[in-house]
């Protein structure tokens, strides 16, 4: 499920100077993301989940990769299609809503990519109006409780959820917190939640807690990487790219790692790669993370 993890070294915080020189390295690592980009948009088209008989988490996770790629891609061509592909999945999914932990959180991020990609999402808020949501978070984890109701929130469902719990917080608030893949995954999901996946200003977390995944970050990006997991690292790598944190060294050397962890045909290889067949299923998270990852990487902050 896209709710699993988390992960954390005090790293050199230094922009790169803004001189004539930093120019090429920049456009030589543009390129490089685009290049990624393109082998993953090839292997999403060779790979597209069959309606007939995949999960509806294989077909909502395809469905939101098309749409970071909608929302993300540099090029107006890239978008349009990205965004006909999304619609075309999404469209594929009847709004009969499980009152599910895991159906709730695939419900909604992908409620999110429907209004990205201009579908109405009536129909589906219409559904969740009928279940009693007020249980909902207090049987699922922290993470995954402000994962759900922090979404739903931004798609117009009020749905109450205390994150005094979660890893944000409590990290903030410990004396002796120590980085680790759990946190790194259980970060990513709190900052992706409280900020409609990158697009809003983070307002549930205060300064302080916010300061606090800032300085994680670093190790949160070196026990991932020592742990040979991808996903970790991409999940790292977007909760710093939605942060601001671009021109940290720490995010530029992580994003070499990840780029060079790319295969010929656009997946990612990860640590995780002896529990997996060969199934295009067991590569769709890595490739919707990698994929957001290498979009954030190409939208830095102007100068």
């Known amino acids: 499920m896209l709710l699993r993890r988390s992960t954390l070294v005090l790293g050199l915080l230094f922009v790169l100077p803004s001189c004539q020189r930093a120019q090429p390295a920049a456009k030589s690592s543009d390129e ?35 749409a970071q790629i909608a929302k993300l891609h540099p090029s107006d061509v890239v978008r349009r299609r990205a965004k006909r592909e999304a619609r075309k999945r999404l469209a594929q999914l009847d709004p009969v809503i499980e009152p599910t932990p895991v159906a709730l959180g695939y419900w909604a991020v992908l409620l999110r990519s429907m209004s990205a990609v201009g579908i109405d999402t009536s ?25 759900t109701s922090g979404l739903l929130r931004f798609a117009g469902v009020a749905v109450e959820f205390d994150p ?12 002796d917190w120590t980085p680790s893949v759990r946190s790194a995954y259980a970060i ?10 990158g697009g809003a200003t983070p307002r549930v977390f205060n300064k ?15 026990v991932s990487i020592g742990a040979d997991d991808t996903d970790a690292v991409g999940e790292v790598l977007i909760t710093a790219a939605i942060l601001d944190q671009h021109g940290r060294r720490y995010y530029s050397d992580g994003m070499h790692w ?16 002896a529990r997996r067949t060969h199934a295009p299923s067991n590569f769709r998270h890595v490739v919707l993370i990698g994929s957001w990852a290498v979009l954030e990487s190409l939208h830095r902050p102007q100068p």
Do not use: C
Request: zero cysteines.
């Open 188 to 197: 990513y999901h709190e900052i992706a939640a409280v900020t409609d996946l």
């Open 258 to 273: 990840l780029l060079a962890q790319q295969r010929s045909d656009g997946t990612y290889r990860s640590g995780r790669d």
């Open 164 to 175: 005094a719990a979660t890893e944000v917080a409590t990290g903030a608030a410990a004396s």
């Open 32 to 66: 490089a993301a685009l290049h990624a980009l393109h082998k993953s948009i090839e292997w999403l088209t060779a790979n597209p989940p069959n309606p007939a008989y995949a999960k509806f988490g294989d077909i909502g996770m395809d469905a939101w990769t098309w």
């Open 208 to 222: 302080r807690q916010l300061d606090f995944v800032r300085h994680a970050l670093p190790q949160l990006l070196t």
């Open 123 to 147: 129909p589906y808020l219409a559904a969740l109006s009928t279940l009693d949501l007020g249980q909902v978070p207090r049987e699922m984890s922290p993470t995954t409780a402000l994962w």
